[in-house]
């Protein structure tokens, strides 16, 4: 994993002490909130709702055990003895003090963790794949790539004042888990005819009240081009994107305003000017940060495990969770593990102290110390011997923390909606729970598949919903919640955005929306293995909207 | 003075530790919406607008803004949903936020 070196620690801790000058001169005045606002937010601090609210980012989604247990130590001592993993693979302190939160950047810092860059009109966390460096379909890890990315784009000077934030995602595999092809820059690592490790680029994707599928901007750029690319790109950007209007001043609106083409002209005669310059990577400085990476010393081990096998066979439920919750590695006799966040009822991504104290216990005895947070809101555990996971399984079980149900209609991402958020409009947390409930039966969600459902409580659409298999988003008409439904969309590799299928359902209702849809492509579906996206795909929406929107009997005259 | 069509109160956030406060009688913020001081009339609206701007440049409260209320029987309901979430805390935790400071204190 990436360690800090010199420059990294004396930056994060002389940023830390900068924050502590200013914090303090916020409280006795010396600023006001108009100066402090945006040095604040540049930390990670919002003003939510209820409390102050503290980003931590967890860069490309890659944390140690230490990291974990000083999350888990926050959490306890600063806050409410929980915290809230979100959908960019940060994690969110809900209560903190605005007094405490110089103690708590120095915490963090002390574990190579920081809040920069979490908020604000710059360049933001970079995220990556969650299964990077572990899963069988990989070409490439993507996160040294990711490391480069954060190297470059922190307090990089001309792009801290962006005309909006800027979120990029590197995906190492065919198959897309970071929903890449949503964010203002996606990267796929690739190979070349000639083998060469390089890029596909793709623009000017992002969700929100203007969702759009990133488009592709250049087939393939070279790995020692990467910067030189990415800086062409945001310095188009930051010199064309709207500052008029903030709800079209994100790279999409120029990459439509303008069309691919013309833009693709701009940023190619900026990237010709640039390539050669003091961006193009060093070969040997990428190696070095691929170091950082590379993999742990995974033993010799067959591909089967009669111990796993045996394990499976004496204990049903493990054997469910093995099938949902495991997936394939690329080193024989070992497996991905994700934790699912998502018991019944619970809040998606919350995970106390205590869980994170026992994550962090089984990332150091099962998972070469390394746990990875997923935009899904679970937490993985990487590289686990297929002879360990009965072990994993019951530690997981003891904590409330085995739910069988990844990538199944329980697997609910959903913001944090008004129940916490300041721009919300409804909750998204009471309908994720109200729908997990609903769907608890394991044999029924597993009977009906891979189903992605996300809520977002606003529309900002942190929950995704727009690239939710089910969509529900969240607004408020006349003082209610009210909820509308999108079907079709997709975060993977074969990206959509869902259509909106008719009005809205009052949250009485919205369990029962979700539930008529599920029946009816349960009543359509061509067989077992056609999913609901697949199913959905294939119909369109009309047995959908049917379902939903039955023609009203005709009424008879009195 | 003109009545107010809905009477109003006046909400913000501490500045050094982010609890949500309404602003009381005596100029003084308070930590729940039942102890706010309403405004029914136009002036009183004034006055206290005037208070809030004052506290916001002291540096006791950041970000604050007006809510509509209704009164009942001493007790003070904020109208909006949002609002009602902010005066009693997250509705999928009991246990955070003014209900669960309330609670305690009925316990």
Same mark, same amino acid.
Do not use: Q, W
């Given at each position: 994993m990436y360690r800090y070196d010199e420059f990294d620690h004396e930056f994060v801790e002389s940023r830390v002490a900068q924050f502590r000058d200013q914090v303090a001169r916020r409280v006795s005045g010396e600023l006001s909130e108009d100066n402090f606002k945006p040095i604040r937010l540049q930390n990670g601090v919002y003003l939510q709702l209820h409390a102050y609210m503290l980003r931590v980012a967890v860069p490309y989604g890659t944390l140690n055990s230490q990291q974990m247990r000083m999350l888990a130590h926050i959490a306890r001592k600063y806050d409410r003895d929980y915290g809230h993993f979100t959908t960019r693979q940060n994690i969110q302190f809900n209560w903190p003090k605005l007094e405490d939160i110089p103690d708590i950047l120095a915490d963090l810092a002390s574990v190579e963790m920081h809040a920069i860059q979490?908020?604000?009109n710059c360049i933001r966390n970079v995220t990556a794949?969650?299964?990077? %460096?572990?899963?069988?379909?990989?070409?490439?890890?993507p996160r040294p790539y990711a490391e480069i990315l954060r190297q470059w784009s922190t307090v990089h000077p001309e792009f801290l004042f962006l005309p909006r934030k800027f979120k990029i995602a590197v995906i190492g595999a065919g198959v897309d888990r970071a929903a890449m092809q949503f964010h203002d820059i996606g990267l796929e690592v690739k190979r070349n005819a000639a083998d060469e490790l390089g890029f596909g680029v793709f623009i000017g994707g992002g969700l929100g009240r203007t969702p759009m599928v990133a488009k592709q901007v250049r087939d393939f750029v070279a790995e020692a081009d990467l910067l030189s690319y990415c800086e062409a790109i945001l310095r188009v950007y930051n010199l064309s994107g709207r500052r008029d209007n903030k709800y079209k001043a994100r790279i999409k609106i120029l990459v439509h305003e303008t069309g691919i083409d013309e833009l693709k002209q701009q940023i190619e005669a900026e990237f010709e000017r640039i390539?050669? %310059?003091?961006?193009?990577?060093?070969d040997e400085d990428v190696r070095s940060i691929e170091a950082y990476f590379a993999a742990p010393a995974f033993e010799e081990l067959p591909n089967e495990s009669a111990k796993l096998e045996a394990a499976q066979a004496a204990d049903p439920g493990f054997a469910r969770w093995v099938g949902r919750n495991v997936s394939a590695h690329k080193a024989p006799g070992y497996a991905i593990v994700t934790v699912a966040l998502k018991g019944t009822g619970e809040a998606p991504g919350d995970a106390t102290s205590a869980q994170m104290d026992v994550l962090a216990g089984l990332g150091e005895a099962y998972s070469f110390d390394e746990l990875r947070v997923s935009h899904e809101q679970n937490v993985i555990l990487p590289h686990v011997r297929l002879d360990d996971l009965k072990a994993v399984y019951d530690a997981l079980l003891a904590h409330g923390?085995?739910?069988?149900?990844?990538?199944?209609?329980?697997?609910i991402i959903a913001c944090p909606g008004l129940d916490y958020c300041a721009l919300a409009t409804a909750r998204s947390i009471p309908v994720a729970q109200e729908i997990s409930q609903r769907f608890s039966d394991l044999d029924r969600q597993n009977e009906i598949g891979e189903l992605k459902l996300k809520i977002s409580g606003c529309i900002n659409a942190c929950g995704h919903h727009h690239a939710g298999h089910i969509g529900i988003l969240g607004v408020e008409k006349r003082g209610e919640e009210l909820y509308q439904v999108t079907l079709g969309g997709s975060g993977d590799e074969t990206a959509a955005i869902g259509e909106i299928i008719g009005r809205g359902f009052a949250s009485d209702e919205i369990t029962n929306a979700v539930e008529t849809l599920v029946d009816t492509y349960l009543a359509r579906r061509?067989?077992?293995?056609?999913?609901f996206l697949e199913a959905y795909r294939r119909m369109g929406p009309a047995p959908f909207k049917e379902a939903l929107y039955p023609p009203a009997p005709a009424t008879e005259a009195a | 003075m003109t009545d107010l069509k809905t009477p109003v109160v006046f909400t913000a956030n501490r500045l050094r530790d982010g609890e949500v406060v309404w602003l009381g009688a005596n100029g003084r913020w308070v930590e729940t919406v039942d102890a706010s001081l309403p405004a029914t009339t136009q002036a009183e609206q004034t006055q206290l607008a005037a208070i809030a701007a004052q506290s916001d440049a002291d540096n006791v409260i950041v970000e604050p803004y007006e809510i509509d209320v209704s009164l009942d029987a001493g007790s003070v309901t904020p109208v909006r949903f949002r609002e009602r979430i902010r005066a009693s805390g997250p509705t999928i935790r009991l246990d955070l936020g003014k209900q669960a400071q309330n609670t305690a204190h009925a316990a």
């Open positions: 979490t908020s604000g794949d969650h299964f990077a %460096g572990a899963s069988a379909d990989e070409i490439a890890d390539r050669e %310059g003091v961006l193009k990577l060093p923390m085995a739910s069988a149900n990844a990538g199944l209609i329980t697997d061509l067989s077992d293995d056609e999913t | -």
